[in-house]
């Protein structure tokens, strides 16, 4: 082979060689820039940031929030506590209306009837459950203590002005709606902020802020009934507020936000009413409510008619508080273990059912009196475990909307129960006959409770593979 051949096949083969690494270049270059790219967008999808935890089954936290500490630690334990007493002194008063209601049959509003006096403690209940549409813009407006120190001059104002009023309609507007209206900012704040904190004992810790009002009811109702024996209304009502004041205002410096949502959420959220679950959960709790105070009202009156003294009359509001106080705790640990809608629907039904053999049935004096007890024990489980359930099933952006949608019906509720049972008092031999509302009561808890049936199979079949009956 000649040097000119073989000066051209080294040229070839270097030309070859060349071209071949810049392929291979090319194409390690290629496979290194989509590597990096493929990791990148992995580590973006895999490692979202704190503002952007994925949502679990249970709801606690979703898209665009971001979490400021940790659930169920010391800390959770400690707004527990506050928000026990923020209960233990705002429902504990209202929980002793009773106490105020036989004193004014008695003594001021002699001239009028049970089903009037009523409105000043349903309006009470009612507005402490509509407020809550409102208090979760305004505390996400201004924070968590400063709307508690609002709702906690509200009911200031409301109680200390009916101490100098002696009409019905005034103490209608002060002691019912502006009271109620105060309270609702208190508790629904006390109660949403329990909620953030826990999740695993979530329900216990609902459960045990709600016994709050079961030992204020126990507390308060029999401080109540000597003040109003001993000082007269005025100075029980001036009394009671400047008590409420004084442990709302030092208990909720401990309050702040676990969870801290971008934006406001808005007020009324229509597209909770797309969710058959959320449907099931307020007609459970407009049914249930519609003649929810018909027992707490007015036991003590039918104890009376049945021959027992006004002390013991007044004794069966402790036996309620006494029952709330127990039901917190126990119905609120049942809760972690078979699900906050299991024990919503399944304290709706036993209060109708009790009320329908104790009250319709037998209607005694002992039977009265244990009514009183197991009504108050699975009620605490009525009013906190609906929050409970909206907080495991649906995300923590929907609690606030959710949470005021429900209460608002349900306060709405006891508005139209109250009507009703006003027309339902009839009068018989001179006396009145309670035996209608008692009916009426048990009736629609009992119709109320079927709804579990429709909600659980709903949760079941989104469950997919993973069904249980834990909901």
Known sequence: ?????????????????????????????????????????????????????????????????????????????????????????????????????????????????????????????????????????????????YTSWMGAV??????????????????????GIIYGFGIGFVFSVALSTTSQWFEKYRGLATGAVMAGSGLGGLVIARITSAMLNNLGFHWALRISSFFFIAVVVPFTLIFKPRVVSKGLPKLIDVSAFKSPLFLCIIGMGFMGILGFVAPIFYIPSVVVQLGGTESFAKIQVTIFNCGYLLGGFVVGTMSDLVGPYNMFSACTFFMGIFQLVLWVGVKTKPSLSALSFFYGFFAPGFTSQGVSAIAKHFPQKSWAPYIGIMYTVMGCSIIIG?????????????????DYIARFSSICQVAGSLFAIPGTLYIRHLAGEKKTWVS
């Open 154 to 175: 509200i009911a200031f104002i409301g109680l200390f002005v009916s101490s100098f009023v002696s009409s019905l309609g005034g103490l209608i507007v002060t002691q």
């Open 1 to 145: 082979m000649s040097n000119d051949s073989i000066k051209a096949s080294r040229i070839k083969d270097r030309l070859s060689g060349e071209t071949s690494q810049s392929k291979k270049s090319s194409v390690e270059g290629y496979i290194s820039d989509g590597i990096k790219k493929k990791s990148s967008e992995t580590i973006g999808s895999e490692n979202p940031s704190n503002e952007e935890k994925m949502t679990t089954q249970e709801g606690d936290v979703s898209s665009g929030t971001q979490v400021l500490g940790e659930a169920d630690s010391k800390y959770s334990v400690l707004v527990c506590f506050a928000a026990f007493f923020c209960v233990f002194v705002s429902i504990g008063i209202s929980n002793s209306f009773g106490i105020y209601q036989t004193y004014y049959l008695s003594n001021i509003l002699n001239n009028s009837s049970a089903s009037q006096i009523s409105w000043i403690g349903s309006l009470q209940t009612a507005m402490m459950l509509v407020a809550s549409v409102f208090s979760s813009r305004v505390y996400l407006s201004i924070g968590l203590r």
């Open 418 to 434: 109250n009507f009703i049972i006003s027309h339902l008092l009839k009068t018989t031999n001179g006396e009145l006959d309670y």
